[in-house]
């Protein structure tokens, strides 16, 4: 039992009227903080700057394999390009197709090529198909969530454990149920939680006996070089699993320098099997003459290569480290002894995820928002925005300064604390 809820009615009272108190000096300060969205700081984005010194016009921007980055051509990606990729993701070279900047732009438009082409081993587009369902483990990333929405996919929401999606619940829908086309996953250090799935759920994964022959696994794997610990966390690699059972034509792999070089104008990759390449390829060349081969460039020279990206993101972890430290050790020191919340302590990614007591994290959100603390909206971890059990609140520490992200989560807690009385009261 928390600290709250063994207290007296009229102790509860006096603690409200002591945490109003608070709240209002806190509120008339009139800060406008955000810890919304997970984008990096300026210095994080200062790291890549010599990015842009690295193609000269002096320079010849023919490429190592002769290609010429100016001009038209090569659709699928440098060779040299397709190379990074290939280390980052864990695949071959010829199983990578190097698009534009944005992975979930590849993600909507993978779905919309199956809505309206369909894929390898399906008998017609999904958007001729009477129903289409996804699967959604959530707590999740929002803009999954609003891809389906926008295509009018229906989504199951499968809970996550500590070892990845619940396996059980998944394998019993994909392998039954020949409406389900597709299933999220954030397989490192998850959106929100921080999760990395274990080898097992990999293995599972891998092993899945789908009903439809048109299902995909949307494996995103944005996070995958994202660590805030020296001692990183294991992913299996899903590929290779499924090699060896001859499932890899089920997966589709994703991934982007956003949160390694710049945000919005990275390189982002889909990794697939050669028969899904092939007629990605189909659709892609009516769409496009090329992709921007100059920014792929770029990026070869700068990074070199997986070792270059690694040493990259030492630096990214030096700034990112003290943020989630911050905020980790702000919350154990509010609301550690009270025990009217638990919160994630991950060991990489971009957030850090905060369960309230059932029912306060609408109210929460709205309560630090009046405050001026902008949080990503209470539900938006779930599919259709609906937090069950109103308690999940995604916070991305990343952005804000330690002097803002203090203020911010200060009131977090007092927040948090607010909330759990004026619930508690009501009850
Ligand atoms: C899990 C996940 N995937 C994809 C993205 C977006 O990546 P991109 O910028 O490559 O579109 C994000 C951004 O927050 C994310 O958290």
């Known amino acids: 039992m928390s600290r709250y809820q063994a207290m007296s ?13 608070a709240y209002h000096e806190k509120k008339a300060l009139g800060l406008s903080l955000d810890m919304s969205r997970g984008k990096p700081s300026a210095e994080q984005l200062d790291l890549s ?65 199956g809505m309206v082409f369909g894929f390898p081993g399906g008998t017609k587009p999904w958007g001729k198909q009477q129903k289409l369902k996804f699967l959604c483990p959530a707590p999740g990333y929002d803009r999954h969530f609003a891809i389906c929405e926008v295509f009018g996919i229906q989504m199951i929401t499968i809970p996550m454990t500590p070892e990845g999606p619940d396996m059980n619940l998944v394998e019993s829908w994909v392998n039954n149920d020949d409406t389900v086309k597709g299933i999220w996953c954030v397989p490192q250090y998850s959106n929100p939680e921080g999760i990395t799935y274990s080898d097992e759920t990999v293995r599972r994964f891998a092993n899945l006996k789908p009903a439809a022959g048109d299902f995909r696994i949307f ?56 028969t899904n390449m092939a007629a990605l390829e189909r659709v892609i060349a009516m769409q496009v003459i090329s992709f921007d081969k100059m920014n792929q460039l770029r990026h070869v020279r700068f990074f070199k290569n997986l070792d270059g990206i690694k040493a990259h993101m030492e630096k990214h972890r030096a700034l990112l480290k003290p943020r989630f430290d911050m905020v980790t050790t702000t919350l154990w020191n ?27 994290a609408t109210r929460v959100v709205s309560l630090c928002r009046e405050a001026g603390v902008k949080l990503t909206d209470a539900g938006a971890t779930f599919p259709y925005g609906k937090d069950p059990r109103d308690r999940n609140i995604r916070i991305a520490p990343s952005y804000p300064t330690l002097d803002e992200l203090q203020k911010a989560t200060d009131i977090l807690c007092l927040c948090v604390k607010l909330a759990t009385v004026e619930k508690l009261l009501e009850e």
């Open 49 to 113: 700057m010599g990015m842009l010194d690295v193609l000269k016009s002096t320079d010849s921007l023919v490429t190592k394999s002769g290609i010429d980055a100016r001009n038209y051509g090569q659709l699928e990606g440098l060779p040299e390009a397709r190379q990074l990729f290939a280390e980052l993701m864990g695949i071959e070279p010829d199983e990578v197709f190097i698009c534009g900047n944005s992975s979930l732009n590849m993600m909507y438009d993978t779905v919309s090529r």
């Open 334 to 360: 509010e609301l550690g002894d009270l025990e009217i919340a638990n919160w994630t302590n991950p060991k990489g990614g971009y957030f850090i995820s905060l369960d309230t007591m059932d029912g306060c």
């Open 219 to 274: 494996w995103d794997n944005a996070y995958c070089v994202h660590h805030l610990t020296d001692q990183p966390a294991h992913l299996l690699n899903l590929m290779d699993e499924c090699k060896k059972v001859g499932s890899e034509d089920m997966v589709i792999m994703f991934s982007s320098t956003s949160k390694i070089s710049f945000s919005g104008a990275g390189v982002a990759a889909i990794g697939c099997s050669r």
């Open 9 to 21: 009615k009229d102790e509860l009272s006096q603690e409200l009227t002591a945490l109003r108190q």
